[in-house]
T-cell receptor
Framework: ETGVTQTPRHLVMGMTNKKSLKCEQH?????MYWYKQSAKKPLELMFVYNFKEQTENNSVPSRFSPECPNSSHLFLHLHTLQPEDSALYLCASSQDLRTSFLEQYFGPGTRLTVT | SQKIEQNSEALNIQEGKTATLTCNYT??????LQWYRQDPGRGPVFLLL?????KEKRKERLKVTFDTTLKQSLFHITASQPADSATYLC??????????????FGKGTKLSVKP
């Protein structure tokens, strides 16, 4: 499998549930990202990991908890979400965070609906 | 804080014409600026990156310009085709000279090319 994959592609969860989103990249990259895309709003950066270390947390509520066990895998653990958290969650990767390797490669996203 | 504006929410053009999309930013000039294409229900796809010391970049039918005086980038698609119909996103780095990889995105311009 090539590129960036995300599972599940669709998720419906209640506000009291706990679920996890998974992202895997097969590009040999060292930086990985989580973004949120809501209707009529621009992509919002949530978290950045470089060589498994978190380098950015863009003031994301604690009900979103990222995990990066290695450079190829990234998780987003979800618990006690709100309906306004319904959105398309996109994972991306790039070579690393050095200036020459900044184009990002995105997965297809997970469409999350919180009921 | 840095803001990005893509002036047109939607752009309709005839097949064969040149599509020109605009991206304006406020505040400081970014070290680089990127353009992505996003199709419905899918993640963005990287198209072009232009650095602050470059005036113009080309790739096949695509051309990007970067004017740091006007704080503007223009994205051109020449000889447009219906298959070019998509939403095009402008993105730039948040922290000039600081942590790399932290992009902010515009809301995008939805391009429709009619046969």
């Amino acid at each position: 499998e090539t590129g960036v994959t995300q599972t599940p592609r669709h998720l419906v969860m209640g506000m009291t549930n706990k679920k996890s989103l998974k992202c895997e990249q097969h590009l040999g990259h060292n930086a990985m990202y989580w973004y949120k895309q809501s209707a009529k709003k621009p992509l919002e950066l949530m978290f950045v990991y470089n060589f498994k270390e978190q380098t950015e947390n863009n003031s994301v509520p604690s009900r979103f908890s990222p995990e990066c066990p290695n450079s190829s895998h990234l998780f987003l653990h979800l618990h006690t979400l709100q309906p306004e958290d319904s959105a398309l969650y996109l994972c991306a990767s790039s070579q690393d965070l050095r200036t020459s390797f900044l184009e990002q490669y995105f997965g297809p996203g997970t469409r999350l609906t919180v009921t | 804080s840095q803001k990005i504006e893509q002036n047109s929410e939607a752009l309709n053009i005839q097949e064969g014409k040149t599509a020109t999309l605009t991206c304006n930013y406020t505040n400081y000039s970014p070290a680089y600026l990127q353009w992505y294409r996003q199709d419905p229900g899918r993640g963005p796809v990287f198209l072009l990156l232009i650095r602050e010391n470059e005036k113009e970049k080309r790739k096949e039918r695509l051309k990007v310009t970067f004017d740091t005086t006007l704080k503007q980038s223009l994205f051109h698609i020449t000889a447009s085709q219906p298959a070019d119909s998509a939403t095009y996103l402008c993105a730039l780095d948040v922290n000039y000279g600081g942590s790399q990889g932290n992009l902010i995105f515009g809301k995008g311009t939805k391009l429709s090319v009619k046969p």
